[in-house]
């Protein structure tokens, strides 16, 4: 899909604007600016494509608001060479994002229509994650622990498959909560069983289910 100096321009814009909403880290700002989020939506809905909204892809699922990514990667600390494990691939756009940060990103989706056209886009786009169709309550045990792990669904409760996946010292964010809003919470590891907890304000995400579809 054609990235054309339209598109650069309002991802201009779209950075200036999540800037000035309080994301302060320069290197995701900088990945948001680099990655054609147009890439990731359907055709009917480029022209919103660098607004600062959340918009509908398949399977009844959401591609998230850019203020809500940013917001969600500034606050997992990404380091490059991190290992990371994203719950909920989507549309693929958050993977690019954290893929941009140097990181090396194990990705799972529960939707089969998902994972194989975020698998294609994140590919057109010279992107390389590990993606994985399944159930992310039980997130990639074979494959951690890992440095970071990022729930992009709201969850009821932080599942305790996942904690167990998290290296000590490394970080995990989660919308938790139910339907109408959940709380963005942060769990930082810093001893085995021991986690340290805090809330970060108010989001809305579609719900984190079990099984895979």
Same mark, same amino acid.
């Given at each position: ?9 309002? !991802? ?6 999540? !800037? @000035? ?13 680099? +990655? ?6 359907? %055709?009917?809905?480029?022209?919103? =494509?660098?607004?600062?909204?959340? $918009? ?13 990514? =940013? ?9 490059? @060479?991190?290992?990371? *494990? /994203? ?10 994002? &954290?893929?941009? *940060? ?7 989706? !529960?939707?089969?229509?998902?994972? *194989? ?6 590919? /057109? &786009?010279?992107? @390389?994650?590990? *993606? $994985? ?17 990022? +729930? ?10 996942? &904690? ?6 490394? @970080?995990?964010? =989660? ?15 810093? =001893?085995?069983?021991?986690? +340290?907890? %805090? ?15």
């Amino acid at each position: 899909m054609e990235d054309s100096f339209l598109h650069k321009g309002l !991802r201009k814009k779209l950075v200036d604007e999540i !800037r @000035r909403k309080g994301i302060k880290t320069e290197e995701v700002l900088e990945a948001i600016g680099k +990655i054609p989020r147009h890439s990731f939506m359907d %055709s009917s809905f480029i022209t919103f =494509a660098y607004k600062d909204q959340a $918009f509908p892809i398949a399977a009844g699922q959401t591609i998230s608001q850019p203020y809500t990514v =940013a917001f969600q990667t500034e606050l997992l600390q990404v380091n490059k @060479r991190d290992k990371i *494990l /994203e719950i909920g691939t989507g549309s693929g756009y958050q993977t690019a994002v &954290l893929l941009e *940060l140097g990181a090396a990103v194990f990705s799972v989706e !529960r939707f089969r229509e998902l994972y *194989l056209k975020a698998k294609s886009t994140l590919s /057109e &786009l010279g992107y @390389r994650p590990q *993606l $994985f169709y399944g159930d992310g309550y039980q997130g990639l045990p074979t494959y951690g622990p890992f440095d970071r792990i990022l +729930i992009t669904a709201a969850a009821p409760a932080i599942p305790e498959q996942l &904690l167990d996946q998290l290296k000590t010292g490394g @970080r995990l964010v =989660a919308p938790v909560g139910g339907t109408a809003s959940q709380k963005m919470i942060l769990v930082e590891k810093t =001893a085995e069983n021991n986690y +340290i907890t %805090s809330e970060h304000g108010y989001f809305i995400f579609v719900p984190m289910v079990k099984g895979k579809e």
